[in-house]
């Protein structure tokens, strides 16, 4: 069972985590970035479910596979992963704080669970449909992780699941903890246990260890974060899951990882382009799908996942004509072209509003083209390290040694000057619709730079061959 390295061998078995239950009893699968994969018979039930399998049908990285053809994986096997690494994790803090901790199995059995659920609620095409869809037809918020605590219910009382109530309630809770909904905890709860799976304090899980080795890997790229050291390293203090701060540098390659992700993968402007026109054929299909009522109800939502653009491009019907217009364009590479970014400057970051298509039109100087709104399309890209414009390394605790009784964190003047100073890029994209409006878009673009910063702020100016573009 060893964890991916960057050649793509397995690692040696002193990398392997042995639980110390028997793994015979276990249903097992074989993971291509941990290895062994052991079930066990209560999260069997809850795989064996179609709410659960439908996240075969829910590709990790959304529309990335049309840009890196390998990034195909699923959320299904990344919940597996993080099951895996959440059960291996308080495993190992039992072994070594077990009396100090009074961990048991039904704390064991509760962290595995909802490592394995935590992402049950996602929506299709990763996080697109979300942050970028749902805003558009909503008036409310509606975020995966609450989802996913009401799929979880609806599993439960569907397929006559006997557990704990109490455990049910405790993995509900580790699926918010890190989000908005956050529920506060008792004093008689085991904080540190609500760190593993998604951390709100500070970002540091297991879903990072896994997608992020994951990602990296599908997409073929390299990645030298290795998060078994931080398994091995961690230790409970003050009910804070803590690190040796010799390590700060891991757990700093870990955000920064995770940064590059965003920045190279996830973000990656072609990815974006085909996103945007995603997003424009759900709007357009929205009247007449109704695709957002499905998120209203559960036992409906299960239904919904990534075959839904195969659904709109198959369909003959009338109505969803330039919903299949726009997915052909994608099939046929006609993709929105993109015409050129910037980078916000630092000082600008607090009082930044996103960048709307109306910006862009009202900075066209009269020109032979009248631009509309509707030609354009533009994507505000936030790149952090996950804590916002903080370093997170300053939300960590950090000790001394594993005989140390105090924590710490660890403040910018304390670490390397070769590590960045910004925490947070914002990134203002703009495509065009239409590749004959490239050059009247990029112009109207520019000037609405130079508007508002007296300068241009992008890297390069568009090329001349894509203004000429027809």
């Known amino acids: 069972m060893g964890a991916y390295s960057n050649d793509g061998l397995s690692l040696s078995p002193i990398y392997s985590f042995a639980s110390s239950q028997d793994l015979r009893l276990s249903k097992h699968v074989h993971d291509n970035v941990h290895g062994n994969i052991y079930l066990d018979p209560l999260c069997l039930k809850f795989i064996d479910t179609e709410q659960f399998q439908r996240l075969r049908e829910l590709k990790q990285l959304g529309m990335a596979h049309l840009v890196y053809p390998g990034a195909v994986h699923s959320r299904f096997e990344h919940s597996l992963g993080v099951y895996w690494l959440a059960g291996e994790a308080v495993q190992k803090l039992k072994n070594y704080q077990g009396l100090e901790l009074d961990i048991d199995r039904f704390d064991i059995q509760t962290v595995k669970l909802a490592g394995l659920l935590h992402d049950v609620g996602h929506g299709p095409f990763s996080h697109l449909f979300e942050r970028e869809f749902l805003p558009r037809v909503l008036d409310g918020h509606w975020s995966h992780e609450q989802m996913s605590v009401k799929l979880v219910d609806d599993i439960v009382d569907k397929h006559y699941i006997e557990i704990d109530p109490e455990m049910i309630r405790k993995v509900k809770e580790m699926i918010l903890a890190s989000s908005e909904f956050a529920r506060p905890m008792g004093s008689g709860e085991k904080h540190f246990l609500y760190d593993i799976v998604a951390n709100g304090r500070n970002g540091i899980d297991v879903d990072k260890f896994d997608y992020i080795v994951r990602d990296c890997r599908a997409c073929g790229l390299g990645c030298n974060f290795q998060f078994q050291r931080l398994m091995e390293s961690m230790r409970v203090l003050g009910d804070e899951i803590c690190y040796r701060a010799k390590d700060y540098l891991t757990i700093h390659k870990l955000f920064a990882t995770r940064a590059d ?183 109207a673009f520019e000037n609405f730079q130079l508007h508002t910063y007296g300068i241009k702020a992008q890297v390069h100016a568009t090329p001349e061959k894509k203004k000429r573009r027809l």
Request: charge should be negative; include cysteine; hydrophobic fraction near 35%.
């Open 261 to 443: 992700l965003y920045r190279t993968v996830y973000t990656h402007p072609k990815v974006k382009a085909i996103e945007l026109m995603v997003v424009d054929a759900l709007l357009k299909a929205n009247d007449y799908l109704n695709i957002s009522s499905f998120i209203q109800d559960p036992s409906k939502y299960w239904k919904l996942d990534d075959t839904i653009m195969k659904t709109i491009e198959t369909t003959s019907n009338p109505e969803l004509k330039e919903s299949r217009d726009l997915i052909m364009r994608i099939r046929r590479r006609n993709l929105y072209q993109f015409c050129n970014e910037y980078a916000v400057p630092k000082d600008k970051l607090e009082n930044f509003k996103d960048v709307t298509p109306q910006d862009i039109v009202c900075s066209q100087k009269n020109g032979g083209v009248i631009l509309k709104e509707e030609d354009v399309a533009v994507s505000n890209v936030r790149i952090d390290l996950t804590r916002g414009r903080q370093n997170p390394l300053e939300s960590s605790g950090f000790i001394q040694d594993y005989e140390s009784e105090d924590k710490f964190s660890i403040p910018d003047d304390r670490i390397s000057h070769l590590l960045p100073t910004s925490y947070q890029d914002m990134i203002v994209r703009v495509y065009s619709k239409k590749p004959e409006l490239v050059a009247a878009i990029s112009e």
